[in-house]
C-alpha cells in the first residue's frame, strides 16, 4: 500500500487508483450501448471529419499541459544538432562556413571543417523551421507532425480495415503518441519519419487496387520524406515496397501500370534526391558524400555499420572520458558473430514497447491468426526487414523505427478486430475482451495525464514517481532553464567559457551555437586554458566574458577573470 495523501480519510495513492477505475468502469458500462456504437461507426465513415478531430486532438490536449509542461528546452545533443540545420536553413543556406577560431566551438554531432554545419539531413530541420516561420517557437513544427501523423494514421489504416477499427487505431495512436509521448517532447524527431510511413503504407494497398495517379505520388512523396528523414532506415523501407510488388510481377498485363506509377512515385522522390545532393555539396563539398559519414570519418562518431575501435571524438576530454570513450568503442568494434547479432537482436526486443500500451499485447498473439492473409504476411516481413536492419547499426532509438509506427498501430488495431471474433459457447466472449483491452488503454491515458494536468495535487505527487511510460518533460532539464535565466537577465552581447570539471559526464554538452556565431547575442565556447582563451577575446573584444562550471551543483555561473 502506498503512502497515505494528506486527506481526512487518510487514502492514499493506491486508492485514488482504485476509485479511479471503479469510476471509469462504471461509467463506461453507462455509456457503451449499442446506439453508441451505431453513432461511433458513422462518424468513422466520415474521413474528413475522423482526421481533423484526430490532429486537434492531441495539440489540444497537450496545450492544456503547458502551465505545468512548457515548450520544451533542448537538452540532448541531436536536439540541438537539429535545431543547428533549422537555424541554418533559415538563413537560406544548406551550410555555414568555418569559424576561424572553430577549435573553441567542437561539439558533438556538428562538423566544423570544411563547413560549420550540422551532420544530419534537413527533414527534421525543415520541419523546426516551419515551426519557427509560423510561430517563432522550433516546437510547433515538432506539435504540427504529430498532429499530422494521427490524422494520417487513421487515413492509412482505412485502407487495410474496416472505418471503425481505422478510427479506433487513430485514438491509440493519440494516446500512445500524442502529449505525453517522448516525440511530442523533444526535437530529434520520430514524429515526421512517422507520418511518412503513413503516406507510403497507405498508398501501396490503394495503388495496388486502383492504380490512380494520386497513389503513386502520395507513395513517392511519403519515401521522399522518410529519405530526408531517416536516410539508411529509407533503404529497408524500399526493400519493403518491393517486397509488396513482387506478387504483381507475375501478371504480365499489370507490368505497365506499375511502371508507369513507378514513374509518378519518382518524380515526388527527386526534389528529395536533389536536395540531399545539395546539401552534401553545400556541406561536404562532395555531391555523394553525407555530413553524417564525413562526421564518422572525422571523429569516429556517430558509429555506422563498423565502429571505428581507436577512434576519438575532437572534443577535449578528460583522461578518463577518453579510456571510457575508448572501452565503449573496443566493445563494438569486435568482430560481429551470428551469436552476437541474435544476442543483440533479443536485447533489443525491450525498445518496441515503446509502440504498444501493455494491454495491447494481447492484441499482438491475436494478430497471428491474421496471417492467412498475404498483405498481413507482408507487414510481418516489413517489420522483420527493419527489425534486422536496424540491428546491424551498433545502436538503437525508437525514433530508428519511426518509419513503420503506423505497422504497430496497424498490427494492434487488427489484432484487436481478430480477438473480437472470437466466440466460447456460442457467446461474444472477444467482443467483451475487446472492450476491456480497450478501456485499459484509454484508462492508463486517462489516469497519468490527469495526474499531469493536476500535477500540484497531492494525489499526483504521490503517484508521479511510479511513472515509467511517458516521456514528457516533467520537471525539463532544470539546470540549463536556470542557467538561461540569468543569462537573460544580463544586458549585452556575451561570451561565455565552459569549463568541465575531472568528473564531468561527456554527454552532458553545454556548448552550442547558432548558425550566425558571430552575429548572437550569447557565443559558447570551450574552455580551452588562459592562455588560448586570450585568442577568442581578442577576437570578440565587445562582448562580457563568463565562465560557466555545469558540473557543480548548482551550475557556476560567473565574469571571467
Known amino acids: 500500500m502506498l503512502q497515505s495523501g494528506g486527506n481526512p480519510l487518510g487514502f492514499g495513492a493506491s486508492d485514488f487508483l482504485l ?83 572553430h577549435q573553441f ?152 501500370l506499375l511502371a508507369r506509377s513507378a514513374g509518378f512515385a519518382m518524380l515526388a522522390i527527386t526534389p528529395a534526391i536533389v536536395l540531399t545532393l545539395l546539401q552534401n555539396k553545400e556541406v561536404t563539398h562532395h555531391w555523394t558524400t553525407l555530413p553524417y559519414a564525413l562526421s564518422q570519418y572525422q571523429y569516429g562518431v556517430p558509429a555506422t555499420l563498423t565502429f571505428q575501435k581507436n577512434a576519438l571524438p575532437h572534443v577535449p576530454l578528460t583522461p578518463q572520458q577518453a579510456l571510457d570513450y575508448k572501452a565503449q568503442s573496443s566493445m563494438h568494434g569486435d568482430p560481429d558473430t551470428p551469436e552476437r547479432f541474435l544476442l543483440r537482436l533479443i536485447y533489443r526486443i525491450r525498445y518496441y514497447r515503446f509502440f504498444f500500451l501493455p494491454p495491447l499485447y494481447a492484441a499482438l498473439v491475436a494478430f497471428l491468426f491474421a496471417f492467412r492473409q498475404r498483405h498481413f504476411l507482408w507487414i510481418v516481413g516489413t517489420l522483420a526487414i527493419f527489425a534486422l536492419g536496424t540491428n546491424l547499426f551498433p545502436y538503437l532509438l525508437v525514433h530508428y523505427l519511426s518509419g513503420v509506427t503506423c505497422l504497430f498501430v496497424l498490427v494492434s488495431a487488427v489484432g484487436l478486430k481478430q480477438l473480437a471474433r472470437l466466440t466460447i459457447r456460442n457467446a461474444p466472449a472477444g467482443q467483451e475482451a475487446v472492450r476491456i483491452l480497450v478501456l485499459l488503454c484509454f484508462a492508463h491515458f486517462v489516469f497519468w495525464y490527469g495526474l499531469h494536468l493536476f500535477e500540484n495535487a497531492p494525489f499526483s505527487f504521490a503517484m508521479m514517481r511510479y511513472e515509467t511510460w511517458d516521456a514528457i518533460n516533467h520537471g525539463n532539464p532544470a539546470e540549463r532553464i536556470a542557467v538561461n535565466k540569468q543569462l537573460a537577465a544580463i544586458p549585452g552581447k556575451l561570451l561565455v567559457f565552459v569549463r568541465y570539471w575531472p568528473n564531468h559526464i561527456f554527454q552532458n554538452e553545454w556548448v552550442w551555437n547558432a548558425a550566425d556565431i558571430d552575429r548572437s547575442r550569447i557565443v559558447w565556447a570551450r574552455d580551452l586554458g588562459t592562455s588560448e582563451n586570450e585568442k577568442l577575446l581578442r577576437y570578440y573584444p565587445d562582448r562580457k566574458p563568463f565562465l560557466l562550471e555545469p558540473d557543480a551543483r548548482p551550475a557556476i555561473l560567473s565574469p571571467l577573470k
Open 105 to 256: 566551438f567542437e561539439t558533438f554531432f556538428v562538423l566544423q571543417e570544411p563547413t560549420y554545419s550540422s551532420i544530419y539531413p534537413i527533414g527534421q530541420g525543415l520541419t523546426l523551421a516551419f515551426g519557427r516561420l509560423i510561430s517563432g517557437l522550433a516546437w510547433t513544427g515538432v506539435v504540427l507532425c504529430i498532429a499530422a501523423f494521427c490524422a494520417l494514421c487513421y487515413w492509412m489504416l482505412r485502407t487495410w480495415t474496416t472505418p471503425a477499427w481505422a478510427l479506433l487505431g487513430g485514438m491509440l495512436a493519440v494516446i500512445e503518441f500524442g502529449p505525453l509521448n517522448l516525440w511530442m517532447n523533444c526535437y530529434w524527431g520520430g514524429a515526421l519519419g512517422a507520418t511518412a510511413g503513413c503516406l507510403v503504407f497507405g498508398s501501396l494497398p490503394r495503388l495496388e487496387r486502383a492504380w490512380k495517379r494520386r497513389y503513386a505520388v502520395l507513395l513517392g512523396a511519403g519515401f521522399a520524406i522518410h529519405m530526408l528523414t531517416r536516410p539508411f532506415e529509407s533503404t529497408l523501407l524500399l526493400a519493403s515496397i518491393v517486397l509488396f510488388f513482387v506478387p504483381v510481377l507475375r501478371h504480365r498485363e499489370k507490368w505497365r
Open 19 to 101: 476509485f479511479f477505475l471503479a469510476g471509469l468502469f462504471l461509467l463506461f458500462a453507462v455509456l457503451w450501448k449499442p446506439a453508441l456504437q451505431t453513432r461511433i461507426a458513422r462518424f468513422a465513415d466520415k474521413t474528413g471529419w475522423c482526421m481533423l478531430l484526430l490532429a486537434a486532438l492531441p495539440v489540444a490536449l497537450r496545450l492544456l499541459l503547458l502551465p505545468h509542461h512548457p515548450v520544451p528546452t533542448p537538452d540532448v545533443y541531436d536536439e540541438f544538432s537539429h535545431l543547428l540545420v533549422a537555424d541554418t536553413l533559415l538563413h537560406f543556406r544548406l551550410g555555414n562556413p568555418p569559424h576561424p577560431l
